[in-house]
C-alpha cells in the first residue's frame, strides 16, 4: 500500500497517492491544479488513478480534482455539505468505499470549513486504519484555522474544530498515521504546529492543540488567539472550487512581448511583475513594475497583493523562471497572464525606454541613518503580530499586503526605508512606493538583525523604547 506524498513549500500544501498495489487502483487526495505530478507518479507505480478525494472546499489554492479528473475518468468524492457543483460523489460521515481491495472511511470533522470531511484508510481485512487523511482539520502539532469563511461563523466553527479533533485521538489507535493537508508555511494553519509532514494519532494525543487544552473553551480561546493576517486571494478559491475551476488542459505559455507592446500595456493599467532577484531588480528595472523575487513564496505574494485575476505581465529571467512563475500564479486562480517581457530589463533599455533604481543598505547603514540629524522615515511592512513583538522606535506600520492601499499615508517629504524580517517583503515594498513615486532604500536583513545588534525597540503596544539589547527573543522568526 504505497502513500507518496507531495509537498509544495510555498503554499504549505500536501497532497497524496494511495496506490492498492493488488489491484493497481489508485487513489489522489487533495491534488494541486498542476496534476501532471500525480500522473507521473502513478505510472511510476503502474496504477490507474479511479478515485479523487477532497477533504474540503480549500480556501488556499484552486483543487486539481476537476483537472485530475479530465485527465483520468477517475471520480471525485468530497463531503456532501461542499454541495460541488460539478459531477462528483457526496461523501457523508461513516460511508465506506473501496479503491481495488483498500476502504476508505468517511468521517465528518467540521472546523476547518462546515463540510470538512476526513478519510481513514484500511488495507484489505485489516482491522484498524492504517492512515487517516485529515485534510485542515488534524494538522501535525496544530489544528487548522477556522476564521476563513464569514466572521459571524468563526466561534461556532472552533467549537467544531475542538470536537472533530477529539473524535480522531479518541477513536483512531495510537499507530494510526496522520496525513494532513495544510503543513508548514500554511496560512490555512493556527495554533502552532511544528515542520514535520506526518504524525501519528500517537504523537497527537500529545501535540495537538485539543489534547494540549484543559477543556473545549480554553482550546476556543487558544485557536482564535493564534489569528494572523492571510493572503487577500483566499476570498475567492471557495467559490471557485465550489462550481469547479475551469479545465485547462495543459499549463499555458505566455506570450513574449515586445518592449513596447508592454509599455503600451502597463499605460492602460497592466501589472507588471518582475520576478528577478531583489538585488537586480535595485539596481535596474521598469519604472512602475513590481519585484516579487520568484520563490517558493512568489504565488503567495502576487496573491495578496494584485487584485484578484486581474492581467499582468511577468519580468522572468530564463524558462525556467517563466514556468515556475506561471505554475504558481495557476494554482490560486491568476489565469490572465498577458505575456513576459521579451529580452528583459535589457530589451527595454536597447529600445530607448528609461530603467529605474533605489537604493539598497543593511542594518548597520540604517542604525546609522536613524541616528541621524536627518533620519529616513521607516516602513515596516511585517505582520502586525510580528510588529507587537518588537520593532523600531518611530517605524511607521503598514504591512506589505495593505500598502498598495495606504501608499498615501508614506511621508513624501523625505526618504523611505522599507524593512521587514528578511529583506523578502522590504523588497517587494520598496517597489509598490517607488512606482507612486517614493523616493526608496530597501533594508536587507530585518527587524530580528536590528535586535540582535541590541539596537532599541518597541514591543508590543508600549511607546517607549527598551535599553539598546533588550529583548530580541521578541522578535518573530515568521514568513519571510
Known sequence: MPIEQFQLDGLGHLSYLVVDDASGAAAVVDPRRDVAIYLAAAGRHGAHITHILET?????????????????????????GAQAAYPHLPARDGERFPVGELTFEVLATPGHTPEHVSYALRAAHAPHPHAVFTGGSMLVGGAGRTDLLPSESTLALTHQQYHSLRRLLDTLPDTTLVYPTHGAGSFCTAGGGGLDLASTIAQERVASPAAQSSDEDDFTRRQMASFTAYPSYYAHMRAINQR??????????????????????????????????????AREHVPGSLNIELDASFGTYAGWILPFNAPLMLVVEDEAGQAEAVVQLIRIGYERIAGTLRGGVAAWQADGYPVAAFERIDIDQLYARWQGADPPAIVDVRREDEWRGGHIPGARHISVADLPQRADEVPRDRPVAVICASGYRA????????????????????????????????????????????????????HP
Do not use: C
Open 56 to 80: 474540503h472546499l480549500h480556501n488556499d489554492y484552486v483543487s486539481g480534482a476537476r483537472e485530475l479528473a479530465a485527465r483520468t475518468g477517475a471520480a471525485i468524492v468530497i463531503g456532501a
Open 244 to 281: 469547479g475551476p475551469r479545465i485547462l488542459g495543459e499549463l499555458p505559455v505566455p506570450a513574449a512581448l515586445a518592449p513596447r507592446a508592454v509599455h503600451t500595456r502597463q499605460h492602460k493599467g497592466t501589472a507588471l511583475v518582475d520576478s528577478r532577484r531583489r538585488d537586480a531588480f
Open 427 to 478: 523588497a517587494i515594498g520598496a517597489s509598490i512606493l517607488a512606482a507612486t513615486g517614493h523616493t526608496v532604500t530597501a533594508v536587507q536583513g530585518g527587524v530580528p538583525d536590528w535586535l540582535l545588534m541590541r539596537h532599541p525597540i518597541v514591543s508590543g503596544g508600549d511607546d517607549a523604547p527598551t535599553s539598546p539589547g533588550g529583548q530580541a527573543g521578541d522578535a518573530t522568526h515568521a
